[in-house]
T-cell receptor
Framework: NAGVMQNPRHLVRRRGQEARLRCSPM?????VYWYRQLPEEGLKFMVY????????ESGMPKERFSAEFPKEGPSILRIQQVVRGDSAAYFC????????????FGPGTRLTVL | SQQGEEDPQALSIQEGENATMNCSYK?????LQWYRQNSGRGLVHLIL?????REKHSGRLRVTLDTSKKSSSLLITASRAADTASYFC???????????FGKGNQVVVIP
């Protein structure tokens, strides 16, 4: 059973470009979470999704950030018009519907904005 | 407010010694979890302790939880060089399955 997969592992963008981060949850997991980690910091919650639904986006910046988890395919975290402050590691986690108290994390995508 | 604050922030020990790190939180929780993160990698789930539990063991790991003091400790016994990593506690205090992480403890085990 493959773990949570994220791609790309490293992403470099120039200011003003768009960044698309992908997350494939573990097989059988229908709950996906996105977190952001700034250097030397802990992870900060961004958004919680189930298939085709955003359950909690209280941690998402109001502008430029969006997330989706379609019926088919991976979850996508999209950052429009990136700025240097968006440089961080973005982690995706998933959990099964019957056991949401434990989240399994992917390896992360490290975004660098030049 | 930030949930989960580990103390101390950095720890350097000799291989074979025990490593202890603490975490405090501010609001009521259902459970508290500890994760390990190797440099530049993702998080690995270590152990979950529920609010009605006081102590839990997993291999060389021992976790305690004191809900009256809103604190938890992680003890790694007989440390190994491979234990070198950052260790984070996380609580479910955010609600809605949100995990609230502390800033982490960096542990360096010297061979």
């Amino acid at each position: 059973n493959a773990g949570v997969m994220q791609n790309p592992r490293h992403l470099v963008r120039r200011r003003g470009q768009e960044a698309r981060l992908r997350c494939s949850p573990m097989k059988g997991h229908s709950h996906v979470y996105w977190y952001r980690q700034l250097p030397e910091e802990g992870l900060k919650f961004m958004v919680y999704l189930q298939k085709e639904n955003i359950i909690d986006e209280s941690g998402m910046p109001k502008e430029r950030f969006s997330a989706e988890f379609p019926k088919e395919g991976p979850s996508i975290l999209r950052i429009q018009q990136v700025v240097r402050g968006d440089s961080a590691a973005y982690f995706c986690a998933s959990s099964p519907p019957t056991r949401t108290d434990t989240q399994y994390f992917g390896p992360g995508t490290r975004l660098t904005v030049l | 407010s930030q949930q989960g604050e580990e103390d101390p922030q950095a720890l350097s020990i000799q291989e074979g010694e025990n490593a202890t790190m603490n975490c405090s939180y501010k609001t009521s929780i259902n459970n508290l979890q500890w994760y390990r993160q190797n440099s530049g990698r993702g998080l690995v789930h270590l152990i979950l302790i529920r609010s009605n539990e006081r102590e839990k063991h997993s291999g060389r790991l021992r976790v305690t939880l004191d809900t009256s003091k809103k604190s938890s400790s992680l003890l790694i016994t007989a440390s190994r060089a491979a234990d070198t990593a950052s260790y984070f506690c996380a609580t479910d205090a955010g609600g809605n399955n949100r995990l609230a992480f502390g800033k982490g403890n960096q542990v360096v085990v010297i061979p």
